[in-house]
């Protein structure tokens, strides 16, 4: 079973910088993909950046030029840049991975979803 903890939301004013934190453990054999989630009180979950194994990076426009995600050596810790916050950013922020892991005879397809971090911009 894999697992994903993400940490580092808090609360910031306006015009701050957060960095969001997400770990991934269990048995994983590799991952394809990870990517931050957010949703916000009486909305819909949306994407806001990914990550391939292969280093290629995806953004949501509302958040592109402010925010930076980017992946540890080792590819199972992913990070989330926030500069520039803005109240709209206020969220819970979700970490997302999927990849192939082995439970010791066989190798597995999953998808998995942190708890989420609660990131607040005051204005």
């Known amino acids: 079973q894999v697992q994903l903890v993400e940490s580092g939301g808090d609360l910031v004013q306006a015009g701050g910088s957060l960095r969001l934190s997400c770990t991934a453990s269990?048995?994983?054999?590799?991952?394809?993909?990870m990517g931050w989630y957010r949703q916000a009180p009486g909305k819909q979950r949306e994407l806001v950046a990914t990550?391939?194994?292969?280093?290629?990076?995806k953004y949501a426009d509302s958040v592109k030029g402010r925010f930076t995600i980017s992946s540890a050596n080792a590819k199972d810790t992913m990070y989330l840049q926030m500069n520039s916050l803005k109240p709209e950013d206020t969220a819970v922020y979700y970490c997302?991975?999927?990849?192939?892991?082995?439970?010791?005879?066989?190798?597995?397809?999953?998808?998995?979803r942190g708890q989420g971090t609660q990131v607040t911009v005051s204005s």
């Open positions: 997302n991975a999927d990849g192939t892991y082995y439970d010791g005879s066989v190798y597995s397809s999953f998808g998995a």
């Open positions: 269990g048995r994983i054999f590799s991952i394809n993909t």
């Open positions: 990550i391939s194994t292969g280093g290629s990076t």
